[in-house]
């Protein structure tokens, strides 16, 4: 299981923290990702994080998104600067490439003044 936690309203250019619990085997040796959908609009890639540390990014959240993860904790974490409009979606977490039975419910995060 994957649960994603830590969303909300802020304004435009505030900050969030996204956390994702997990209850998987082997935490540490996991590809995993964020991704985040707007409604009627297919679900996207945001951010991922390799087994090793290595990380890659969508090019509209780059150089503002920064994925992280602490093994000892099995949590995943999305640090948000920068927010703007357009970043406000459903975000998830899930493995790279994504599970289907692991897209769990999400967390809202909204950008608006």
């Known amino acids: 299981q994957l649960q994603a936690s830590g969303g909300g309203l802020v304004h435009p250019g505030g900050s969030l923290r996204l956390s994702c619990a997990a209850s998987?085997?082997?935490?540490?040796?996991?590809?995993l990702g964020w991704y985040r959908q707007v409604p009627g609009k297919q679900r996207e890639f945001v951010a991922r994080?390799?087994?090793?540390?290595?990380?890659d990014y969508a090019g509209s959240v780059k150089g503002r998104f920064t994925i992280s993860r602490d093994n000892d904790k099995n949590t995943l974490y999305l640090q948000m600067n920068s927010l703007k409009p357009e970043d406000t979606a459903l975000y998830y977490c899930?493995?790279?490439?994504?599970?289907?039975?692991?897209w769990g419910q999400g967390t809202q995060v909204t950008v608006s003044s």
């Open positions: 899930n493995f790279v490439p994504s599970r289907t039975d692991y």
């Open positions: 998987i085997s082997r935490f540490r040796f996991q590809h």
């Open positions: 994080i390799t087994a090793l540390g290595g990380t």
